[in-house]
């Protein structure tokens, strides 16, 4: 057996793009353009239309100002007030109570620390003596408190409580003095 004849697959061919062919432009007859003209004319009466109305408002503007200045020449009178209370206000006195405020005589203290033993209250009081303020400890029951004061305003206290901070001995609290 003979083997067939066979013959080997190619690839397709390629296929080249060709243009459409041509076609005649089918215009009709060109004839006289009536709507280009229509515009045309109604455009430069437009325009002559506007430069005639422009260069007449002149008059209006000089009879605009002959009535300013007539209303310039004759101001209106005075209104007259038509309330009763602007004469009679001035002659009226008002008077306000006003209570008198308490001083508070109660002065002021600022307590920085209670401890247990007498030294750790005694190394508090150095540390603030060497801020340029005096303190005393006193001995309340079994403990030991560090106070300044007393301050005859809060605002005093709470001045020296701020430098204290500042110098990292915090803390201190304010209160009335007992």
């Known amino acids: 057996m003979a083997p067939p004849n066979r013959r080997k697959k190619s690839a397709p061919a390629k296929k080249t793009r060709r243009s459409a062919p041509k076609r005649p432009n089918k215009k009709g007859k060109q004839g006289f353009p009536f709507l280009a003209v229509g515009i045309a004319i109604m455009l430069s009466t437009f325009i ?50 006003i209570p008198e405020v308490e001083k508070n005589t109660r002065p002021y203290q600022m307590q920085c620390g209670s401890f247990r033993q007498q030294n750790d209250a005694e190394s508090l009081k150095a540390r603030i003596a060497f801020q340029g303020l005096n303190s005393t400890v006193k001995k309340t029951g079994s403990w030991y408190r560090v106070i300044l004061g007393p301050y005859e305003r809060k605002r005093l206290a709470e001045k020296d409580r701020h430098k204290l901070q500042r110098a990292k001995i915090n803390g201190c609290q304010v209160w009335y003095w007992r």
């Open 48 to 97: 002559g239309y506007f430069i005639f109305a422009v260069d007449k408002p002149a008059p209006i503007v000089e009879t605009v100002k002959k009535q300013t200045i007539k209303k310039e020449e004759s101001l209106p009178e005075k209104p007259q007030p038509k309330w009763q209370y602007e004469k009679s206000l001035p002659s009226k006195e008002v008077i306000v109570e």
